[in-house]
């Protein structure tokens, strides 16, 4: 038998009728109650008109008790108690000082849950205290492990906390309230304040969180807060970085800011602070040089009083790449196939086109000065062209050349030809009826820069051209687009009407071939390039490419492979990084502090085949000493790819080197830019955030408050614990008393007597 004693009670109803029943009852009372009054409306007599009311209202609420018969319900209850969660944050942050010279932020939070602890404790009967760190993932603490242990090298991310504490309910336990510890140096979704979705991610918490502030806000401190650039850059084109840079303290103070080249000083400038907590743009303006990937760093001078000083500097990666390509386009005549190309080279934004006409030679001699003046052409600028300003060139191309008197013409700088292709320039040569015939003898240096040679008359019968196994893998044939694949793309370009008769050389790399003419037992090449020294040659062994300008459309749209063949050809004849047989890209390009630096090596052969267990060799090499800090090594996978990481290095500016080889084969030599930062996003501001902090405790109906405080506060605002009934209940009537009886009978007694008396019955 369970002998508890009851410990609460409520009034009930224990009238056995239903409810409408009770309605329609009361209603009739009510009824009744009104009808007495109306009667009794003019009576003269104030005194004897409301006391004829009052005895009949009594009466009707007499009634009313006798028909609800209530009772008292005795019950034994009981009070869960609810969850009472105190979060401190153990982010990088917290281990700032509260003021110059003063203890840690950090330390005052375990200062304050030391001091809290007698109030936390009187709130043990009605919740279950938790105190948890986060950095920003929940971990249980006290105060002597807040007071003994440093901050951890984490993110402050408050929403992502109290998400993680609201969804951690013990069984029946509710979350009755939320004690926020922190600086609010937030860097995530609060970052920009509580509005938008977390300022309704906030509110969707139903839970008070009371905020307590850590810190102050007089720290003297500089820091490079935001970097603005783009990702790339044009070689030999102005760019701009727009900096802003964050003073506290340095009112009326110049400070000079310098953007930095990999150790080498680009620009510099000087910001005045106005006030003591001034945010100045800075804006540097330079002209990139050299393409390639490069580390460029932002720095102010740290001084001796300032609260942090690794957030003094900021490094970012740019990558500085061409901004048109300078083309040289020398034609032997005019035709339709020249016609096109020079089109598309003139429409192309990223070349820079210059074409000459050769149909003036040494040859053609005018006779009489009436005759040179009614010529329309000038001769052709031989010595300028390929003497003065040939290596301001970036690629240079022959068409439709190659006839006995034109290439007499310029026999005589073939050799200049021949060293800028050598020395990394870049040569193309196509077909034509003379190309690779006649004219070939007279310039037999320049045409060992080629990687085919003649082998007989051109050949005027039409064909499809034939893509070739390499091809399908090389950049400058790659047609992929959608679901066709380059094969495809291809096999559906019309015929052409004619190609010159070429063999391929040792070490060249046939793209397309013809499909019935042979040399030696070989298709004949109609596409095909090779490296000459550090410069790329191409040749093209037809003048009839235009051909496939004329596509026919599928689907709405016209095929571009003609158009996307002479892009492709521009990129890996000018190296794009992007096309080179050894790619070496940092995973990521800026690093945060204490992060491992990746890099991805991307391997193919010459061929552009992957180069399945390639060696590859990287080395992480310091900008600013010019040596190697760490040296990483590894095998490619099937698809010529393998990902190596160094241990976190120091801060700074790094380049990774890369070599990889297939046997005793060199697949070549590749290189990028990494930027380890000094300081991540939670250590680069030293301010704390009252604002937020007030925010938060705002839209979650909870009370802002600040470190320090000798206790906790008895207004913090708290959800009380539900109440549960156990089980046991006992109900005791209250209307079956003689004596409610006797009061509604001289009531309505006390009333028919007045009325008599007054003349109403």
């Given at each position: 038998?369970?002998?508890?004693?009851?410990?609460?009670?409520?009034?009930?109803?224990?009238?056995?009728?239903?409810?409408?029943?009770?309605?329609?009852?009361?209603?009739?009372?009510?009824?009744?109650?009104g009808?007495?009054?109306?009667?009794?409306?003019?009576?003269?007599?104030?005194?004897?008109?409301?006391?004829?009311?009052?005895?009949?209202?009594?009466?009707?609420?007499?009634?009313?008790?006798?028909?609800?018969?209530?009772?008292?319900?005795?019950?034994?209850?009981?009070?869960?108690?609810?969850?009472?969660?105190?979060?401190?944050?153990?982010?990088?942050?917290?281990?700032?000082?509260?003021?110059p010279?003063?203890?840690?932020?950090?330390?005052?939070?375990?200062?304050?849950?030391?001091?809290?602890?007698?109030?936390?404790?009187?709130?043990?009967?009605?919740?279950?205290?938790?105190?948890?760190?986060?950095?920003?993932?929940?971990?249980?603490?006290?105060?002597?492990?807040?007071?003994?242990?440093?901050?951890?090298?984490?993110?402050?991310?408050?929403?992502?906390?109290?998400?993680?504490?609201?969804?951690?309910?013990?069984?029946?336990?509710?979350?009755?309230?939320?004690?926020?510890?922190?600086?609010?140096?937030?860097?995530?979704e609060?970052?920009?304040?509580?509005?938008?979705?977390?300022?309704?991610?906030?509110?969707?918490?139903?839970?008070?969180?009371?905020?307590?502030?850590?810190?102050?806000?007089?720290?003297?401190?500089?820091?490079?807060?935001?970097?603005?650039?783009?990702?790339?850059?044009?070689v030999?084109?102005?760019?701009?970085v727009?900096?802003?840079?964050?003073?506290?303290?340095?009112?009326?103070?110049?400070?000079?800011?310098?953007?930095?080249?990999?150790?080498?000083?680009?620009?510099?400038?000087?910001?005045?602070?106005d006030s003591?907590?001034?945010?100045?743009?800075?804006?540097?303006?330079?002209?990139?040089?050299?393409?390639?990937?490069?580390?460029?760093?932002?720095s102010?001078?740290?001084?001796?009083?300032?609260?942090?000083?690794?957030?003094?500097?900021r490094?970012?990666?740019?990558?500085?790449?061409?901004?048109?390509?300078?083309?040289?386009?020398?034609?032997?005549?005019?035709?339709w196939?020249?016609?096109?190309?020079?089109?598309?080279?003139?429409?192309?934004a990223?070349?820079?086109?210059?074409s000459?006409?050769?149909?003036?030679?040494?040859?053609?001699?005018?006779?009489?000065?009436?005759?040179?003046?009614?010529?329309?052409?000038?001769p052709?600028?031989?010595?300028?062209?390929?003497?003065?300003?040939?290596?301001?060139?970036?690629?240079?191309?022959?068409?439709?050349?190659?006839?006995?008197?034109?290439?007499?013409?310029?026999?005589?700088?073939?050799?200049?030809?021949?060293?800028?292709?050598?020395?990394?320039?870049?040569?193309?040569?196509?077909g034509g009826?003379?190309?690779?015939?006649e004219g070939?003898?007279?310039?037999?240096?320049?045409?060992?820069?080629?990687?085919?040679?003649?082998?007989?008359?051109?050949?005027?019968?039409?064909?499809?051209?034939?893509?070739?196994?390499?091809?399908?893998?090389?950049?400058?044939?790659?047609?992929?687009?959608?679901?066709a694949?380059?094969?495809?793309?291809?096999?559906?370009?019309?015929?052409?009407?004619?190609?010159?008769?070429?063999?391929?050389?040792?070490?060249?790399?046939?793209?397309?071939?013809?499909?019935?003419?042979?040399?030696d037992?070989?298709?004949?090449?109609?596409?095909?390039?090779?490296?000459?020294?550090?410069?790329?040659?191409?040749?093209?062994?037809?003048?009839?490419?235009?051909?496939?300008?004329?596509?026919?459309?599928?689907?709405?749209?016209?095929?571009?492979?003609?158009?996307?063949?002479?892009?492709?050809a521009?990129?890996?004849?000018?190296?794009?990084?992007?096309?080179?047989?050894?790619?070496?890209?940092?995973d990521?390009?800026?690093?945060?502090?204490?992060?491992?630096?990746?890099v991805?090596?991307?391997s193919?052969?010459?061929?552009?085949?992957?180069?399945?267990?390639?060696?590859?060799?990287?080395?992480?090499?310091?900008?600013?000493?010019?040596?190697?800090?760490?040296?990483?090594?590894?095998?490619?996978?099937?698809?010529?790819?393998v990902?190596?990481?160094?241990?976190?290095?120091?801060?700074?500016?790094?380049?990774?080197?890369?070599?990889?080889?297939?046997?005793?084969?060199?697949?070549?030599?590749?290189?990028?830019?990494?930027?380890?930062?000094?300081?991540?996003?939670?250590?680069?501001?030293?301010?704390?955030?009252p604002?937020?902090?007030?925010?938060?405790a705002?839209?979650?109906?909870?009370?802002?408050?600040?470190?320090?405080?000798?206790?906790?506060?008895?207004?913090?605002?708290?959800?009380?614990?539900?109440?549960?009934?156990?089980?046991?209940?006992?109900?005791?009537?209250?209307?079956?008393?003689?004596?409610?009886?006797?009061?509604?009978?001289?009531?309505?007694?006390?009333?028919?007597f007045?009325?008599?008396?007054?003349?109403?019955?």
């Amino acid at each position: 038998m369970d002998n508890t004693p009851f410990n609460a009670w409520k009034l009930v109803s224990l009238s056995p009728l239903p409810v409408w029943a009770l309605v329609l009852l009361g209603v009739g009372v009510a009824l009744g109650v009104g009808l007495a009054a109306w009667g009794v409306r003019r009576e003269p007599s104030r005194l004897r008109r409301w006391s004829l009311w009052l005895l009949r209202a009594g009466a009707g609420l007499a009634a009313l008790f006798f028909l609800l018969e209530p009772g008292i319900r005795n019950l034994q209850v009981a009070r869960m108690k609810n969850r009472l969660a105190v979060l401190v944050d153990r982010s990088a942050s917290m281990n700032f000082p509260v003021e110059p010279g003063g203890v840690t932020r950090s330390a005052q939070a375990a200062a304050f849950l030391e001091n809290a602890a007698p109030g936390l404790a009187s709130l043990q009967d009605r919740y279950t205290v938790e105190v948890y760190g986060f950095d920003p993932e929940l971990s249980p603490t006290t105060a002597e492990a807040l007071a003994k242990e440093p901050a951890r090298a984490g993110t402050s991310d408050l929403l992502s906390a109290l998400r993680s504490v609201g969804a951690g309910a013990q069984g029946a336990k509710k979350l009755g309230g939320v004690l926020l510890v922190s600086d609010g140096a937030d860097n995530v979704e609060l970052a920009g304040g509580a509005v938008g979705r977390a300022r309704a991610a906030l509110a969707d918490l139903n839970v008070p969180v009371s905020t307590f502030l850590v810190g102050k806000e007089a720290l003297k401190d500089l820091a490079v807060e935001r970097v603005k650039v783009d990702d790339f850059a044009f070689v030999r084109n102005s760019i701009t970085v727009e900096v802003e840079v964050h003073g506290r303290g340095f009112s009326g103070q110049d400070v000079p800011v310098v953007l930095k080249q990999e150790g080498k000083v680009v620009a510099s400038k000087s910001v005045r602070f106005d006030s003591s907590d001034d945010v100045k743009p800075v804006g540097f303006t330079f002209t990139p040089d050299q393409t390639g990937r490069f580390v460029y760093t932002v720095s102010m001078p740290v001084f001796p009083d300032e609260a942090v000083g690794d957030n003094n500097t900021r490094s970012f990666v740019l990558k500085v790449i061409r901004d048109r390509v300078r083309v040289l386009l020398v034609v032997g005549r005019p035709s339709w196939d020249e016609r096109y190309l020079r089109g598309l080279l003139r429409q192309d934004a990223n070349v820079d086109l210059v074409s000459f006409y050769i149909l003036r030679t040494m040859s053609d001699d005018p006779g009489v000065v009436s005759q040179e003046r009614e010529l329309s052409l000038i001769p052709f600028p031989m010595e300028e062209i390929f003497d003065t300003k040939l290596d301001t060139f970036d690629v240079v191309i022959f068409q439709n050349f190659g006839h006995t008197d034109q290439s007499l013409s310029i026999a005589q700088y073939e050799r200049n030809l021949e060293r800028y292709v050598h020395n990394g320039g870049a040569f193309v040569m196509i077909g034509g009826d003379s190309v690779l015939g006649e004219g070939r003898a007279n310039m037999p240096t320049l045409y060992e820069a080629l990687p085919v040679e003649g082998a007989g008359p051109a050949n005027p019968e039409s064909f499809k051209a034939r893509l070739t196994p390499e091809g399908q893998r090389h950049p400058v044939t790659a047609m992929v687009s959608g679901g066709a694949s380059t094969e495809t793309a291809w096999a559906d370009l019309p015929a052409i009407p004619g190609a010159n008769l070429t063999r391929a050389k040792p070490g060249a790399t046939v793209l397309m071939d013809h499909p019935f003419m042979t040399v030696d037992g070989k298709n004949a090449p109609l596409v095909a390039v090779w490296d000459y020294g550090r410069g790329r040659a191409l040749v093209m062994a037809t003048d009839a490419s235009w051909y496939w300008a004329f596509t026919a459309h599928k689907q709405g749209s016209p095929s571009r492979t003609y158009e996307r063949f002479w892009s492709n050809a521009l990129r890996w004849l000018v190296r794009d990084p992007d096309l080179t047989t050894l790619n070496v890209t940092a995973d990521p390009p800026s690093v945060e502090p204490g992060k491992a630096v990746g890099v991805v090596v991307s391997s193919r052969t010459s061929d552009y085949q992957p180069a399945q267990d390639a060696q590859v060799r990287v080395e992480l090499v310091s900008v600013d000493t010019q040596k190697p800090v760490a040296v990483q090594t590894g095998l490619t996978g099937p698809d010529g790819v393998v990902r190596l990481e160094f241990a976190p290095p120091a801060p700074g500016p790094y380049k990774l080197v890369a070599t990889a080889k297939k046997g005793e084969t060199d697949l070549g030599k590749g290189e990028d830019a990494v930027a380890v930062r000094a300081v991540g996003p939670e250590l680069s501001d030293a301010s704390v955030r009252p604002e937020l902090m007030e925010q938060i405790a705002k839209f979650t109906g909870g009370k802002a408050f600040r470190l320090p405080m000798s206790g906790l506060p008895d207004d913090v605002p708290l959800l009380d614990p539900p109440v549960v009934e156990v089980g046991r209940a006992k109900d005791k009537p209250l209307w079956d008393r003689w004596y409610y009886l006797v009061a509604l009978v001289g009531l309505l007694g006390t009333e028919w007597f007045l009325r008599r008396r007054f003349g109403y019955v």
